[in-house]
Every structure is written in C-alpha cells, then in structure tokens.
C-alpha cells in the first residue's frame, strides 16, 4: 500500500512498492485552479521532463533516483526510493558537514551545466544526502540550454533560497557552491557565470546595486 | 501589534511613492483615525508621467494634508511623529512626500521616520487582518514578490524577473486604451468570458517573468482576438504563475498563513486561487481589505508608527529618498 509521505507545491509523494522493491510514487495531481487546459499541459510537461533530465543528469555524473516507470497522461512518475535527508534540514540542523556539501552541490551543478542541462528549481529541498552522497531530485523545471543566461538564473536562484531560507549560512555557503563549480568548469567559466548573475540582480525590480 | 512604548502614541504618515498622494493619522491601537487620497489619473491609453505626477501631489498636497487632521480631529502638535515614503518609487513622487513631511517635522519639531512603502503594505495587511507569521504575496504596480519574515528582516522567496503583475494589468490596458490603473477594467472583462487562449506560463523556480505574457497579449489583440477572452487568459495565467510560487513557498517553509496584500490583491479571481492553494496546504489565508490594498497615507502612518515605538527616526538633514530600496534591506526591529 501506498503511504503519502509529503505533499509537495507541485506533486504528492507517496512510499510504496514496485515489484518488490521500496518505490517513490511521484503524482502531480490537477490544480483545480488552473485553467484545464494549462493545468494538463504543465503536469504532462514537468512529468516527461522530471523523467528525462533524472536520466540525464545521472549521464552527466550526477547522482539521481532510477526511475522506474512513467505514466505522462496521469502525470505519474515511479522511481527508486532513497533514503535520504534533504539539505534543508542538514543546513536548519547546523551539521559541521554544510559547507563541504555545499561545494559537492557547486561541483555537481557545474556538471549538469557542462552537458547543457538546466535543473530550474535548484532549492535546498531538492537535494537529497544518502550515505553521505549528494542526490539530485525533482528535474520538473529543466530543460536544455547553451546560455549562460539559463544558467546564471539557475546559480541565482539557488542563491535567494539561500539567502531567504538559511540567512545565517546564506554567503559562505553561496562561495562554497561557486568554489565547487570552478573546480569543474574552470576559472574563466565562474567568472563570467559570477557576472551574469549580478546583471540579472541588476535587471530585477528595485536592484540590490552593489 | 503592541507598541514598545507605554504610552499610546499618535502617528501621521504620508505616501507619494507614484500616483497616489495620500496622508493619514494613525494610533497605536492601530485605528485608523484618516486616510485621506488623492489619486492621479494619466489620460487613456499612457502611464503615469513622474513629472506630471508629481505635479499632482504638488497641487492637492496642502489640501490633503490639512483634511487628513481635520478628520482625525487633531492638530499636528498632538501628533507624536512623522512618517514618509522613503522608497521605493518614483523619485519626483518621493519628494514631494519627503519634502512635506521635513518641513512639518522641522516646525512643529516632530521626530521624522523613513518607511518604506513595501513593508507598509504588509504590515498594514498584518494588523488589519491579524495574520502573525505568514507567506506574503505582495501585489501591486509596484511590486510581485513572495516573502516571509526571518531573522529580523523580509526575505524575498521569489520575485518577478521583470515587469510586476500591475504593470503587466496596466500596460495591456494601456494598450487596449483604459488608462492606469486598469486591473479593476480588466478584471471586468475577464469576468465576461470562459474561453482560454494559450499565453506564456513562466516560472523560473521561485520567481515569475510576465514580459511574455505581454507581448503575446498585445500582438493577439492586434490581430483582432475578442479582448474579454484575452482578459480572461491573460488573468488565468499570470495569477496562476502566482499562485504557484506562493505554493512553493508555502510547502517550502511549512509556514500555516498566507497573505495577499498590495493593489491587486483586490483582484477576486486571484483571491479564489490563493485560497485553494492554502486549502491544500491547511493554511489560513488572509487578504486586506479592498480600501486598503491600494497605496495609501494609512501604510505609511502604521509602519512608522511601528518604526517609531522602536526606536528609529532619521534626522531631517539625512533624510534622503531611495527610489530602490528594497524590502529586503530594511531591518526591522519591531517584530520578533
């Protein structure tokens, strides 16, 4: 039987079985206040999308959930359970081991991005650690891009979650992050990613001028 | 709210960050004593001018500001302090405001207090809703940003990229020949149809980008799409872009309350979906009542009370307006 064990912004995520094996039953469920046609749209776009890009992300050395099964009109996905804390709660717990994952997050974003692969929702929620890896879930938002622009709003976005969610740690562990990312990507690449960043913040309404 | 200070203290605020002048008398039991506007209104079919506003504010300000004492029934030596718009908004606008109140301050030789004009829509929604830690969605020309308090300031969950939800509203209707604001038209329009045409969905994570909804909005209409259908899909899709970034944020911080607050809160359509998202999520929801979602003297009256009861003041030589201050930037030192 299945067992609802969180309801997210966008889907339910229940615990189960997949033929004999422990499963994550992922169903984006209707918005009822959604125009129909919208609301099917988007859940059968993420859902094709999330199984996908945990494909390829796990292509590109990042470690996913496997997924097991998908059912696109029903906007179901089954995958591989992982027993895991997410990085919210490592960072709200004030683990001695924050920082150094933040740079494994750097390192591993980078990764994605070097294939192209924009996450587009890369919160601390989405994060899992399993036996002191680091687990990437919840592919709904990604997409392919080349742009650097695509991919400096990814690192911004993770930059606000910071900085709204976990103030205290918010600069060290945003350095951390771009630290980790160097290391793959290289110098010239963080340099120019770190720039287009601050022109987007500059962009935004009533910009942080600095 | 309490107030740090034990006895009851009586504020006047005024607001001039864009087309609305307004000043107000607040006390710190947070009754509205007056909350008098005036309001100005750009020809059909353009924006608001900063010059020409501010030529308004010029105009009606020695009016309001006099009415706003009257109906409270005090004189300004019984006020025990003064409160601005410091920003955001439109420079020429913020002046006006600024210079006003310095000049009350310095004759009556009242403390002066620098609010700013985010903040004073969501704690004005705060007292005269009751809400105490919620997910706030503030809606307005002005603004589109999800926040929540932490640590002593605003943190802003998401935010839009780049036009706000009023300017989109504002400029299809400028567009379609109403003049600003023109929400409330649009809204009446949308009320007329059921037929959806397909407008960009953008959500980047956390935050929202309307420009495309605009342009594609604004060549349909040109191409001779019925504009109550237009209306209508250019609401369903940007209040539900909204109504999935307060989700967000709501699951993400597990918070219990959401508020919606700002000029286009009033919006009933929006108000409808940011309740089912709450349901969802056995959370309370609150909105501002219509009369105060919009710009007003009251915001600015109550949060500089509020800034005042702890402590903060500014001397009138350094009382500068920032037409970017963001919420986020302020230290707020009267919540916990």
Redesign the interface.
Same mark, same amino acid.
């Given at each position: 039987m299945e067992r609802l064990i969180r309801k997210g912004a966008e889907a339910d995520i229940y615990l189960g079985e997949w033929f004999g094996k422990e499963a994550i039953l992922k169903i984006r469920k209707p918005k009822p206040y959604r125009q129909p046609e919208l609301d099917a749209e988007i859940r059968k776009k993420r859902t094709l999308h999330e199984a996908i890009f945990l494909m390829n992300a796990r292509k590109a050395g990042v470690s996913t959930p496997l997924v097991y099964f998908i059912d696109q009109n029903k906007a179901e996905i089954v995958m591989q359970y992982i027993k895991g804390i997410r990085l919210k709660e490592i960072i709200s717990d004030k683990s001695d081991n924050i920082y150094a994952l933040c740079s494994e997050v750097g390192r591993c974003i980078a990764k994605l991005h070097r294939n192209n692969i924009i996450h587009g929702d890369l919160t601390t929620s989405n994060f899992l650690v399993a036996k002191n890896r680091l687990v990437f879930i919840d592919f709904g938002l990604a997409f392919f891009s080349q742009r650097l622009e695509d991919m400096a709003v990814d690192l911004h976005l993770m930059k606000g979650v910071l900085e709204s969610a976990h103030v205290e740690v918010a600069d060290e562990a945003f350095n951390k992050i771009i630290e980790g990312y160097a290391e793959i990507s290289g110098m010239k690449m963080i340099k120019e990613l770190v720039r287009k960043i601050k022109e987007i913040e500059r962009r935004g309404r009533y910009a942080r001028v600095k | 709210m309490k107030s740090k200070l034990d006895k009851e203290i009586v504020c006047w605020g005024c607001e001039s960050t864009a087309h609305t002048f307004s000043c107000s008398v607040l006390k710190s039991d947070g009754k509205i004593l007056s909350d008098v506007r005036s309001i100005y209104t750009p020809p059909p079919g353009s924006g608001i001018h900063p010059r020409d506003a501010s030529r308004h504010h010029i105009e009606v300000a020695p009016k309001v500001v006099k009415q706003s004492l009257i109906q409270a029934k005090l004189s300004m030596n019984e006020v025990d302090a003064i409160a601005f718009s410091a920003g955001?908004g439109l420079g020429p606008c913020l002046r006006v405001g600024a210079t006003i109140s310095r000049a009350l301050a310095l004759y009556y030789n009242k403390p002066l207090v620098p609010v700013n004009h985010a903040i004073g829509h969501i704690e004005l929604a705060t007292i005269l809703t009751g809400a105490k830690d919620p997910i706030v969605l503030l809606v307005s020309g002005?603004?589109?940003?999800i @926040? #929540?308090f !932490? =640590?002593g300031?605003w943190?802003?969950?998401?935010?839009? =990229? &780049?036009l @706000?939800v009023g300017q989109l509203l504002d400029q299809f209707g400028r567009e379609i020949g109403f003049s600003s604001p023109s929400g409330q038209k649009i809204e009446e329009l949308a009320k007329k149809s059921s037929k /959806?045409i !397909?407008l960009p /969905?953008t959500?980047?994570?956390? &935050?929202v980008s309307f420009s495309g909804i605009l342009t594609s909005a604004k060549k349909l209409f040109h191409k001779g799409e019925d504009l109550e259908s237009l209306c209508f899909?250019l609401q369903? +899709?940007a209040f #539900?872009m909204l $109504?999935?970034v307060t989700?967000?944020a =709501? $699951?993400? @911080?597990e918070k219990k309350e959401v508020l919606l607050t700002g000029g286009v809160a009033a919006n009933k359509r929006l108000q *409808?979906?940011l309740i *089912? +998202?709450s349901n969802?999520?056995g959370a309370n929801f609150f909105v501002i009542p219509k009369e105060y979602s919009g710009d007003c003297g009251a915001q600015i009256a109550w949060t500089g009370l509020l800034a005042y009861s702890a402590g903060i003041s500014v001397d009138v030589e350094k009382s500068f307006v920032n037409? !970017?201050?963001?919420l &986020?930037?302020v230290d707020v030192k009267w919540r916990d």
């Open positions: - | 955001p002005g603004h589109t940003i @926040t #929540a !932490s =640590l300031r943190r802003v969950f998401g935010e839009t =990229l &780049d @706000t /959806y !397909s /969905y959500v980047k994570g956390n &935050d899909s369903e +899709v #539900a $109504a999935e989700e967000r =709501l $699951a993400f @911080t *409808e979906m *089912e +998202v969802r999520h037409q !970017s201050w963001r &986020d930037e």
